[in-house]
Each structure stands twice: as C-alpha cells, then as structure tokens.
C-alpha cells in the first residue's frame, strides 16, 4: 500500500481549561483522496488543520505529513515544512492586498528559493489555467471573490504541495462562484492532488470529495467513502492543464 499522505495517531489537543477541541483522533489519508470534513461550529475541525498544518501542536499524540513529523517541529523547520508539502486555502482568501495578483502567487516560491524568472513562468501559468491571468497585474482588492479564491488556490499550488488543505474555501463566496471552486478542487483531485477540505457547505463535500469525515466535540463520529453513484465532478481540459503545470 502506498505510504499515507497524513497519519495522525492517538492526537489530542485541548486549549486552557476548555474540553478537548480533539480527543484522541487518529486518521490516515492516502495520496490521490480528497476528504471533506465536516461538523458542527467548535468540534475541532479548523484544529485538525492547523495541527497538520503544523501551525499548531498537539498535546499528546503524533501527526505525519508526507514523511515529516509534524507535531515536533520548531518554527523555522515549520515554516519549511509548509513551504514544502502543504498549499492552504482560506476562507477569507488571506491574500496580501498590497501585492499584485502575480507577486501574491509568486511568494511562497521565492520564499522557498525558487529563481524569480521560473517562479514568475509558473505563476503566469496557473493563473492562466486558473482563469484569473487577466488580473495578473491588479491588486486583490479589485477582484470578486470567486478570482481572489482563484487567485488563492494558485498560490497555494505554486510549490507544487503533496496536500491541499482548505478551510471552508467557499464560505464566503456567492453559490455560482462556490460551485466554480468546487469544480476547481475536484478536478485538482481528479488530476491526483490530495485534499483535505473543511467545510459545512454539503454540496461542495459531495461534488469535491471522495471521503467525509464527521467531527463532533473533537472526535470522529463517521468516515465514509463518498457514495460512487453520486455525482461526480466532470474533468476537463482545466484540469488536464493543471495537472502539466504541476508535472513541470
Ligand atoms: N487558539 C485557541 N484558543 C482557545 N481555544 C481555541 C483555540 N482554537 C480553537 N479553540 C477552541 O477549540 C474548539 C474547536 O475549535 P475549532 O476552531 O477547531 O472549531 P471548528 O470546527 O473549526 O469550528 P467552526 O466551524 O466554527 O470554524 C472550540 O471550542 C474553540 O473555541
Ligand atoms: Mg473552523
């Protein structure tokens, strides 16, 4: 069997004096799955993120990522460690406003020392792939949501991550554009990306995903392979682009 994506064994995580916001979780993702989780406000999945995320640490157990292990590292290994393996997409995009589309997308690339002409070549590309090129130029501020949540997918592939993590990536956009981003995340998988989706939006778990996992109070209530006869997303030619972007 090929070697997990993620591997969390036996991980708890509780914040002061509160209950366990994760009570002994442990999860295995494989390479090529798109898993949603899904649960209600507070029942930890944002924490599950971050934890493999390694923006956070668990307080007992171990988390895996790709091979590294995540929960002990320190914050410039983390920081690596996520320049290396992890793309994440936010609800609220997180792009920084005084930067342009390109150098937004450029960043975590020249961080990770990539040559700035190669880096530029690749953003260039996934935005044109991502439909947003047109933009390339402007500030985010200027775009919709739908395009900045583009624009943050692009950054977020332009390493070329193992794992996609997203954290409720349509919460904030309009049903059209959602529907747009779950397209996107499905054929992202469908060219074989590995994800890892929180989101309460059930039509974006099903379309996008091929696994959900139910959190409540901080521990997983149900893990099911999604239903085969369900609908599935159609690949086409953006995602066949993508994936040569990403084998480049
Ligand atoms: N940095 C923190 N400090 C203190 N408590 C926290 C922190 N982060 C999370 N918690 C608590 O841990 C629990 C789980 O929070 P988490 O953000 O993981 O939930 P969630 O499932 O993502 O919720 P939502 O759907 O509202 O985003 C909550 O009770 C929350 O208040
Ligand atoms: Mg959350």
Known sequence: MTAPVIELCDVSRRYDDGPPALHDVSLTVRPGEAVAVLGP???GKSTLLNLVAGLDRPDTGTVTVDGVRVDGLGEAASARY???????????????????VADNVVLPAQLAGMARGEASRRAAELLEVLGVDRHAGAYPGRLSGGERQRVAVARALMNRPP??????????LDTASGEDVSQLLTELNADGQTIVVVTHDLALARSCTTRTIQLVDGRITADRAADPTGPTGPTDSTAGAVAAESAR
């Open 163 to 172: 794992l996609l993590l997203a954290d409720e990536p349509t919460g904030a």
């Open 82 to 100: 996520r320049r290396a393996k992890i793309g994440m997409v936010f609800q609220f995009f997180n792009l920084l406003d005084d930067l342009t």
């Open 41 to 43: 406000s507070g029942s």
